[in-house]
């Protein structure tokens, strides 16, 4: 439940209180969550299976959406039969550096069929995510093991205030070589021949359903291997927030460089009706295994346009909804499952 205007108010009163060396606003939320890691299989366009260690048995895992100040503590159960950890990239763990997840660092792993809760407050704000920091090269680059987190700022920014569409997309890369060997994988020299946006190559992506006069915010996170090249067509965005942290001067540009880890907040006006692609400018990132115009795309789609033109790709694609977790992250704060994500469980 969010807090009353009235109880905010009163905890600006009260100022701050330390807890466990931290500070943490008294108006902050607790959230407890619950998440299993599970050994489950996703498909790429029909043919690839990919072998996933994946959170709750989706890829990408669920949005954790939040309130900077917000006290957070997840119980995780390794029901997989390779050890884990949980790493919470962006997040200060100013107090707390024991539940920075990273293995022989900051904790032991999670030995199959143990479990670990992770406590902490969630600071700073803006567009963060949590991936596993065991054998990363495997884990976060070929077994689909990271989820968004999103911490929404005490005080927002003059730019994002306007939003009217909010979009999350989350970039990887795949090795077909390793898709059913888990445990192994993710070396040097590795070929990747499958992209993705939140774990779907194109014709399987969704399209991105705006309005003239929306505002729309793109949250690229850089979750794969590799570099991404992400060109928006007949727009010209703002570059509003790096790695979570509002840009002094936002800049203006139509393609920007994502590297791995990196996250940049774009925010444009929808102000140009049609039909306009988003893509990898890396441009063999568009393809799937040898098979060209797949890959890292997706279609920005007015609804002023109708989408019955004999030659459309998507003239009869089954829409789903949240692809872009853009339900999600109108709910209430918490964490937020999504079908669209769930793959096929490995017994
Ligand atoms: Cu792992």
């Not at 943490?24 to 990919?50: C, G, N, P």
């Not at 100040?69 to 390794?78: L, Q, R, Y």
């Not at 590795?190 to 729309?216: C, E």
Request: net charge negative; charged share 25%; hydrophobic share 40%.
């Amino acid at each position: 439940m969010r807090k009353s205007a009235c109880s905010r108010s009163l905890g600006l009163l009260a100022g701050t209180f330390m807890l466990a060396g931290v500070a943490s606003a008294a108006w902050a939320e607790k959230h407890a969550f619950e998440m299993t890691i599970e050994d489950t299989r996703m498909t790429l366009v029909d043919k690839q299976t990919f072998h996933t260690f994946a959170f709750n048995g989706q890829v990408p895992a669920p949005l954790i959406h939040v309130k900077e100040g917000d006290e957070i503590s997840v119980h995780v159960m390794n029901l997989t039969s390779l050890p884990h950890s949980i790493h919470w990239h962006g997040l200060l763990q100013r107090g707390t550096w024991r539940q920075d997840g990273v293995p022989g660092v900051t904790q032991e792993a999670i030995k199959p069929g143990e479990d670990f809760t992770y406590t902490f407050v969630a600071e700073p704000s803006g567009t963060l995510w949590y991936h596993c920091h065991v054998n990363v090269n495997e884990h976060v680059a070929m077994r689909g093991m990271w989820g968004p987190f999103i911490v929404d700022p005490v005080k927002p920014v003059a730019l994002e205030r306007k939003v009217t569409k909010d979009y999350i997309l989350m970039l990887s890369d795949w090795s077909s070589e390793w898709a059913e060997k888990p445990g192994y994988g993710g070396v040097p020299g590795d070929v990747f021949d499958y992209f993705t946006i939140n774990g779907k190559a194109f014709p399987d992506s969704q399209p991105i359903r705006v309005s003239k006069g929306d505002v729309v915010r793109m949250r690229l996170i850089g979750a794969g291997e590799l570099t991404h090249s992400i060109h928006i067509h007949g727009h010209i965005f703002k570059v509003a927030f790096k790695d979570g942290r509002p840009l002094p001067q936002p800049f203006e540009a139509d393609t920007i460089m994502v590297g791995p880890g990196e996250r940049y907040d774009l925010i444009f006006e929808a102000d140009n009706p049609g039909r306009w692609m988003i893509h990898d400018h890396v441009d063999s990132h568009t393809m799937n295994g040898e098979k060209p115009m797949g890959g890292l795309m997706a279609v920005i789609e007015y609804s002023e346009i109708a989408n019955d033109d004999a030659f459309y790709d998507w003239k009869d694609k089954q829409f789903e909804p949240d692809f872009y977790y853009e339900e999600s992250l109108k709910k209430a704060h918490g964490m937020h499952e999504a079908k669209v994500f769930k793959g096929q469980a490995i017994q």
